[in-house]
């Protein structure tokens, strides 16, 4: 059987095909999906569930003419593979290679970038009014998974979308599996769905697809006009936000969708159309099928067997470290609750729940409600800790300000997936926590220089009783160190001398800590005394420590896993507050440079950020060799 993938780069390829032809294409891109993954990793589940429906969208659509969004694009793979990206996929994730998630600098087929959830009906609400704007009558299609529609702003976008009556199709792709088990009413809703119960009369019914629909559409429909009648099945939610509801439909019938999709290609309906879709998770692999995540994100592995090749390592991760301690402090304390934004498993707080499933609450893709949530229960005595990424903290700014700082709530923020990330890339780097946390008045910023430092922070943490605190750490394993008790506590705002030398002092702040021990010892070597300070904290600073360190050391470096702003811009405002640069002390500071880092190892991505032991040793050698000294202008200043 000649392979009909190979003949399709680009939809306008798949499009030359006959309808009957689908069904195998959409095999072979299956096939094809898990090849390319088991030698990448990635999101395998997402695009295995959505292939057939990927296949139909650039059947009928003329993308890219016609714009079609993933929300989130985990599930991007397959729609990849025909848009012209079929010789590059296995580049997949890596440095210099394709991106893991739609990318508009990728490709035009990408119109609008994603990586966190829910924008996409927002983004193509956008589009929709533009091209209305210019008189275009393209399509603009959005596609978005049940578990993205626990966001807020996925409503915020269907009402306003109902509200302007735009020419917008949404495809809910309903897998009833987000990352984590479904959570909140919107879940239990779409199972109703499901169940054939009616929910309003078959008159109401039939007054909304007449209403909605010309009778010429309606004489066209065919088997579509089945689906119309599926209305009774449920709907109405997204009736009364002034979509018209289609479906549910199998998402793994490729001719039926086809067939539906044309229809409402067709429509001279003005308002928004939502399709609801039932798709698989992992659909058509049987290791990813049985699986719990369902192959949510994978290594490398085996195709025959599904197994996968993690690293093994004797050392425990920072997200087990933060878990394993919390629950031995909530043995003790019952006022300590677990708050996650559809990532249990990711923050470690799944191992939290299945000792304390009462004081545990996953609120589903949600983090601004988590961020408010917890700020609730920390005005009732409770001590909450919402562990949540360092990039979907950024999502929830406005409540970390306005219902938490402002109010001097003492939330526990465990900011988990600090600093570069690898193969993410730039959508799911932590880099903008400390410069964000610690602009903020009466805020404790601490960050993890190991895995000891962690359980330090975490014990600290317990007993900051009148304002918010955050404690960051990054992705991956620790160093393998002796951990402490839990009762071994830091003082507030008091760093920590790791070494001492004479010439220059590299202020640490965060898990950059062996990079600056390997530079100490080059440095040494060539004659130069360091010493190394671990901050512990970005906020309060260790005033004392600080400015002790200035006066007897030529140099003070700092170094932070974060953008500009951060750590080194507060300790140089202290420094030049109390006129330390006067005196003649050098500064350097360094940070993550002022662009967003691609994708790659995160060793390489340091490297690239120069914020790596040998970046250090430059600085320094650098910075003490400088004896630049400006001239003074005698000369007016004039315009």
Same mark, same amino acid.
């Given at each position: 059987m000649t392979k009909l993938l190979d003949k399709i780069d680009y939809p306008s390829d798949l499009r030359k095909f006959d309808k009957k032809h689908l069904r195998q294409i959409s095999e072979e891109l299956r096939k094809e999906l898990i090849d390319v993954v088991s030698e990448t990793g990635g999101h395998l589940g997402a695009g295995l569930g959505v292939v057939e429906l990927t296949i139909a969208l650039h059947y009928v659509f003329n993308t890219p003419k016609d714009k079609l969004v993933w929300d989130v694009s985990h599930q991007c793979y397959p729609h990849?593979?025909?848009?012209?990206?079929?010789?590059?996929?296995? $580049?997949?994730?890596?440095?210099?290679?394709?991106?893991?998630? $739609?990318?508009?600098?990728?490709?035009?087929?990408?119109?609008?970038?994603?990586?966190?959830?829910?924008? %996409?009906?927002?983004?193509?609400?956008? /589009?929709?009014?533009?091209?209305?704007l210019s008189n275009d009558n393209n399509n603009v299609i959005a596609v978005i998974g049940d578990g993205a529609m626990s966001a807020g702003m996925a409503y915020e976008a269907m009402n306003n979308a109902g509200a302007l009556k735009s020419k917008l199709i949404v495809i809910l792709n309903d897998n009833k599996m987000s990352i984590a088990k479904p959570v909140g009413a919107m879940s239990k809703y779409l199972a109703k769905l499901l169940s054939g119960k009616l929910y309003f009369s078959l008159r109401e019914t039939i007054k909304l697809i007449t209403s909605a629909f010309s009778k010429r559409f309606s004489q066209k429909a065919g088997k579509a006009e089945d689906i119309l009648r599926g209305?009774?099945?449920?709907?109405?939610?997204?009736?009364?936000?002034?979509?018209?509801?289609?479906?549910?439909i199998d998402g793994h019938d490729v001719d039926y969708l086809v067939q539906i999709l044309d229809n409402v290609k067709k429509s001279k309906h003005e308002g928004p159309i939502l399709i609801h879709a039932i798709?698989?998770?992992?659909?058509?692999?049987?290791?990813?099928?049985?699986?719990?995540?369902?192959?949510?994100? +994978?290594?490398?592995?085996?195709?025959?067997?599904?197994?996968?090749?993690?690293?093994?390592?004797?050392?425990?991760?920072? $997200?087990?470290?933060?878990?394993? $301690?919390?629950?031995?402090?909530?043995?003790?304390?019952?006022?300590?609750?677990?708050?996650?934004?559809? /990532?249990?498993?990711?923050?470690?707080?799944?191992?939290?729940?299945?000792?304390?499933?009462?004081?545990?609450?996953?609120?589903?893709i949600a983090?601004?409600?988590?961020?408010?949530?917890?700020?609730?229960?920390?005005?009732?005595?409770?001590?909450?800790?919402?562990?949540?990424?360092?990039?979907?903290?950024?999502?929830?700014?406005?409540?970390?300000?306005?219902?938490?700082?402002?109010?001097?709530?003492?939330?526990?923020?465990?900011?988990?997936r600090a600093g570069l990330v690898g193969a993410d890339g730039p959508t799911h780097a932590g880099s903008f926590d400390i410069t964000y946390l610690a602009t903020l008045p009466n805020f404790v910023v601490m960050a993890a220089s190991d895995e000891s430092?962690?359980?330090? /922070? *975490?014990?600290?943490?317990?007993?900051?009783?009148?304002?918010?605190?955050?404690?960051?750490?990054?992705?991956?394993?620790? +160093?393998?160190?002796?951990?402490?008790?839990?009762?071994?506590?830091?003082?507030?705002?008091?760093?920590?001398?790791?070494?001492?030398?004479?010439?220059?002092?590299?202020?640490?702040?965060?898990?950059?800590?062996d990079e600056c021990k390997k530079a100490k010892e080059i440095l040494?070597?060539?004659?130069?005394?360091?010493?190394? *300070?671990?901050?512990?904290?970005?906020?309060?600073?260790?005033?004392?420590?600080?400015?002790? +360190?200035?006066?007897?050391?030529?140099?003070?470096?700092? *170094?932070?896993?974060?953008?500009?702003?951060?750590?080194? %811009?507060?300790? /140089?405002?202290?420094l030049s507050d109390r006129g330390v640069f006067d005196k003649g002390l050098k500064f350097r500071s360094m940070f993550l440079p002022d662009i967003f880092i691609d994708q790659d190892s995160p060793e390489k991505m340091y490297e690239k950020a120069g914020l790596n032991y040998n970046s250090i040793v430059e600085k320094i050698e650098e910075a003490l060799k400088s004896n630049i000294i400006f001239a003074k202008n005698k000369n007016k200043l004039s315009n």
């Open positions: 990849k593979i025909i848009t012209g990206r079929k010789k590059e996929i296995r $580049t997949l994730r890596k440095g210099g290679g394709l991106s893991g998630f $739609t990318k508009r600098e990728e490709s035009e087929y990408d119109p609008f970038g994603a990586a966190h959830s829910s924008t %996409s009906i927002s983004s193509t609400l956008g /589009m929709s009014v533009a091209k209305k209305i009774v099945t449920g709907g109405t939610l997204f009736s009364e936000l002034g979509f018209y509801y289609i479906g549910p798709t698989q998770k992992g659909k058509g692999y049987k290791p990813a099928e049985d699986s719990g995540d369902k192959y949510h994100g +994978v290594s490398k592995f085996n195709i025959s067997t599904g197994e996968q090749s993690k690293s093994k390592s004797n050392t425990p991760s920072y $997200t087990k470290v933060f878990s394993e $301690t919390l629950i031995k402090h909530a043995e003790k304390d019952t006022k300590i609750i677990g708050i996650t934004g559809a /990532m249990p498993s990711g923050t470690g707080l799944n191992l939290f729940e299945k000792k304390f499933p009462d004081r545990m609450f996953d609120v589903g983090e601004q409600h988590a961020v408010t949530f917890a700020a609730g229960l920390a005005t009732e005595g409770y001590k909450p800790y919402a562990a949540i990424y360092s990039t979907f903290l950024q999502r929830a700014y406005d409540q970390v300000v306005h219902d938490v700082a402002l109010q001097s709530l003492p939330v526990r923020f465990a900011i988990d430092e962690l359980v330090k /922070m *975490i014990n600290t943490s317990v007993n900051i009783n009148d304002r918010p605190s955050a404690f960051r750490y990054p992705r991956g394993n620790g +160093v393998g160190i002796e951990l402490p008790g839990i009762n071994d506590v830091l003082e507030i705002g008091k760093g920590k001398i790791v070494c001492e030398g004479k010439q220059a002092a590299i202020l640490n702040f965060g898990a950059r800590i040494e070597k060539k004659g130069i005394r360091i010493s190394i *300070i671990d901050a512990r904290f970005a906020k309060p600073l260790d005033e004392k420590l600080i400015l002790e +360190v200035a006066s007897n050391h030529e140099l003070i470096l700092t *170094i932070e896993e974060g953008s500009i702003g951060g750590f080194g %811009s507060h300790v /140089m405002k202290l």
